[in-house]
Each structure stands twice: as C-alpha cells, then as structure tokens.
C-alpha cells in the first residue's frame, strides 16, 4: 500500500486550469449552445408555412382560370372595341388630324398621330413656299401642329400629311376678307406673260392684267417691284385671283389731299430733284423744295432708300404727277440740312399751320371777291372763314347750355 502511495504521488500532470475540461460548469454556456438550434428550428418551420400557402394560392388561381377565367375582371371584350373606337380616327383623305413631329430629316418629317404606324411629312409638302428642309419652318422634334391628311403609302400604308393645304386654305381665306374690306394691299411682281404680270399676294399667285396696271413701266421694269393691288375676283374652286393696279391707285390719290403728310421712300436722285414713292405713285421732290436753306448736293441729305415725310404741295390727276416738299415742314430754315429728324418729327403741326395759312389766304381772295358781290350775304370772320352774314355772333355759334328757361313754374 505504502508503496502504491508513493507511486501515485511520483506522477505529475499539468495543471487542471489548463485543460478545457478545468472551465467550471455555467448554465449560460449550455444556453448559448442550444439556441442556434433552436433558431433553426422556428425559421424551418416559417418557410414551410410560407411555401405551403403560396402553393395554396397557385392552385386556387389555377383552378380559378380553368374554370371562371374572367371573374372578377371589369375589362371585357366590349370595354376592348370601345377602347379601339375611342383612339381611332377618320383617315380618309382630307381629314385634319394632330400630331407630334419626332424625327426630321432632308426627305421631310415623321409625325405621331397616335395611329398604328406614324404618317410622313413630305418636305414639298411642309410649306407653301419652297423650302429645302422642314426645320426652316421651325418644324423640329417635339413641335405639335395640325395636319391635313393627302394620300397612304402603299409600301407600309403609312398616311401622308401636308401643311402646305392648309396653309393654302388660310391664304384664300384671307384674300376673301381683303376684297370684302375693299382694302389696298402690296404685291410683289414675280412674273410676266402675254396678257399681263404676276403678283404673289399672301402667298399666292395673282394676276394683273396690263389694261389694270397704272403705272407706265414695262413688265420687265417691274420684276421683283412690290405695287399697290386690289382684289378684283377670289375664286378658290377656280383657283382664279385677279388683281388691279389701276383701282388700289385710284384710291391712293384720293387720300393725297393739298397739304397732308405722307411717308416716302427715296427711290432715285437727280441733279434737280428726288423721286420719292409714296404708296405706288411717284412724286417729285424738287432741289427747291428741300429746305429753305441752298442745297447744292442732294446726295449730302438724301440718299436712295431713305424713308421720310413729305407734304403734298399739288397733285395732277390727268396726268398723274405729285409735287412734295420738305421745305414747308421745316420748324426753321435748314433743319432739313442740319436736324431732318426734328423736321419729320414736328411734319404734322407744321403741315397743319401751312393748311391754315392756305385756308386764310383762300379766305382772304373770296373777301375781295366779295366787294364786288355784296348781294351774296356772305363775311369773313376775324379767323378767316367765309360764312353768313351776322352781327357779334361767334363762328361755332352760341353756347345756350346755360341759358335759363324762359317759363317759370
């Protein structure tokens, strides 16, 4: 035994506190370990769940759209052909329809008209005049306009648009309004023929005959010249618009009354004087009737292609001249020289006192004429107007807007 003991007591083992198995007992770690296990469990469960009520709700669709497909569902095969009805739209030839340009190119443009395929826009047919690219009339992507439709395609059955047929259809429209007002329109000769010139007026081509043309410059004279016009016909179906020179002059002469003021332009210059339009008619502005001041150059005032105002000084009808000055609009002598500005600016109050200086004097002949007519019963006023004879009466007459009633109540 003793010897036992003592062979026992020889051995020599590492410290307990280094073993794994030295860690006293803890509860917690038992619990620590467990969990896991635990957590695996409940999500496993949670899945299962999950996946078996979705198959529940397969198989309940699945056994809806065998036997009740359309249960439940508000759009019918009615709602469809309404909905077809409702964004459909009339593509005969002719009809107006809106759209959305989303791509140009030098052939023209295609447009979204909410139809199965988009329609085209034929650069010919996107403007009245002669354009080389659609984008010069300001038809880029994104630009909404309305269209008119002219024709398919026949290799797609896309439609083919124009705006150039409606753009026609507002010109006629326009010359119809014109010829009603019975006003005076320009017109600019582009052309010439046999019988007549050619004037393009809102964009369409009229036609002058030369027995309506007032003016004696040949047709060739006129080419690329903008002339006073009025409507003679407007005929759309036709196609028919015929214009007079001779009318829209006749009507402008009539406005140029002795003394009125009118707005010119220099068309040429000579040593005694400048041409100056004035509406269609040419009048002369003579070196004398300038400015009261000598001018020797009339290149150092005017110049081709100045606009200006003038005033009527005569007009012969029969032989259709016009004389104008500058002179008697002149605020002082030589502002036409130093200030023309100034001159055009006070043209109206200047003509107006060369009027009344006019009427005075042609007051003043009737007066004399009077002494030897005494028998007429006509006086002249102390402001130079001819009228009946009468006391201390004022020209306009009495004011008897304060005259008292003359019966009392």
């Known amino acids: 035994m003793a010897s036992l003991a003592q062979q026992f007591t020889g051995l020599r083992c590492s410290p307990l506190s280094t073993s794994r198995l030295s860690k006293p007992f803890s509860p917690t770690q038992t619990k620590t370990t467990l969990l896991p296990i635990v957590s695996a469990s409940v999500i496993s469960n949670a899945q ?18 065998r ?13 469809f052909y309404s909905a077809l009805e409702k964004y459909d739209f009339n593509s005969e030839i002719g009809t107006k329809v809106k759209g959305v340009i989303f791509h140009t190119d030098n052939k023209g443009a295609l447009v979204d008209i909410t139809a199965k395929s988009s329609a085209h ?36 059955d896309s439609l083919i648009l124009s705006l150039k047929t409606i753009q026609f259809e507002l010109a006629w429209e326009r010359c119809r309004q014109l010829q009603a007002e019975d006003v005076v329109v320009k017109g600019r000769v582009v052309g010439a023929n046999k019988g007549g010139v050619v004037a393009v007026v809102e964009g369409l081509r009229g036609f002058v005959p030369f027995s309506q043309l007032s003016t004696k410059s040949t047709a060739e004279e006129l080419i690329e010249k903008d002339i006073p016009l009025k409507f003679v016909e407007v005929d759309e179906e036709q196609s028919r618009l015929v214009l007079s020179n001779r009318k829209a002059m006749a009507d402008n002469q009539a406005q140029l009354g002795i003394g009125s003021v009118v707005l010119g332009t220099v068309q040429s210059l000579k040593p005694y004087g400048a041409f100056i339009d004035i509406g269609g008619i040419n009048g002369l502005l003579h070196v004398s009737q300038i400015s009261h001041d000598r001018v020797s150059d009339i290149a150092t005032v005017l ?8 005033m009527i000084l ?14 008697k609009l002149e605020p002082t002598p030589g502002d036409m020289i130093r200030n023309p500005t100034l001159v055009f600016e006070k043209a109206e109050e200047m003509a107006q006192t060369f009027r009344q200086r006019i009427a005075q004097a042609e007051a003043m002949a009737r ?26 009466l004022p020209i306009e007459g009495l004011d008897l807007s304060d005259v008292p009633s003359a019966v009392t109540e």
């Open 67 to 79: 036997t009740a497909p359309m249960e439940g569902v508000s759009f019918n095969l009615d709602s």
């Open 367 to 392: 007066a004399d004429m009077l002494h030897f007519q005494p028998e007429s019963g006509l006086t002249l006023s102390s402001d130079g107007i001819l009228g009946p004879v009468t006391s201390d």
């Open 121 to 156: 826009l034929k650069v010919e047919d996107a403007c009245m005049h002669k354009i080389k690219h659609v984008e010069e009339v300001g038809l880029v992507p994104g630009v909404k306009e309305e269209f008119v439709i002219i024709g398919e395609n026949e290799d797609d």
């Open 48 to 65: 299962t769940k999950e996946r078996l009520k979705l198959k529940e709700i397969f198989e309940e669709a699945q056994e809806r759209c």
């Open 303 to 310: 110049q081709p292609g100045d606009t200006l105002k003038v």
């Open 314 to 327: 005569s007009h012969d009808r029969e032989r259709g001249r016009v004389s104008l000055s500058t002179k």
